[in-house]
């Protein structure tokens, strides 16, 4: 088949020159090169974002390393301030046992002026205002004195002597 004419009858010509076909080859190659360079900058891109993760990894360990010590800091301040303030002596448990029912009593009678009066402090800013006025600073101290009361205990808890020596006993 002539390259030339694409007869199928015609002699084969081995000196004609294909235009079309070196011009496909070209574009093919043209085509090659953009790829080529496309993904030498996608593994340019590539690296970086692994070196910025990288980074990234380090500090975020820097910063937990941070606030790892940070923490035990305040954890040995404030085993430092109970032991000077004489509160690891087991009082801590009956003043929560307190502050816990004042706070429970507190909240029983927030919900029961709700209750009685739940009309009025939907229709009325007056009766909200009442409301947030009556139980909202208690009921925030109380919460505050309760939390705080309640950490105090565990840590008493946890350092007291006699406590571990009644735990360990059947």
Known sequence: MSRTTGRP????????????????????????????????????????????????????KKSEERYQRQMQGQREEFERWLGENDLTDGRCASAEEVLRSLL???????????????DAILES???RSELVDRFGPPMAHLSTLYNIVKRLNLVDKTKSPYNSESQSEP
């Open 104 to 118: 429970g009593s507190s909240m029983r009678t927030m919900v029961e002026h709700i209750d009685d009066n739940s």
């Open 9 to 60: 009858d015609a002699p084969a010509d081995d000196y004609a020159f294909d235009f079309d076909a070196a011009e496909a080859r070209a574009t093919r190659g043209a085509e090659l090169d953009t790829m080529a360079r496309l993904l030498r900058e996608l593994l340019v891109a590539t690296r970086e974002m692994i070196a910025l993760s990288r980074e990234q990894l380090e500090l975020a």
């Open 125 to 127: 800013d007056f009766a």
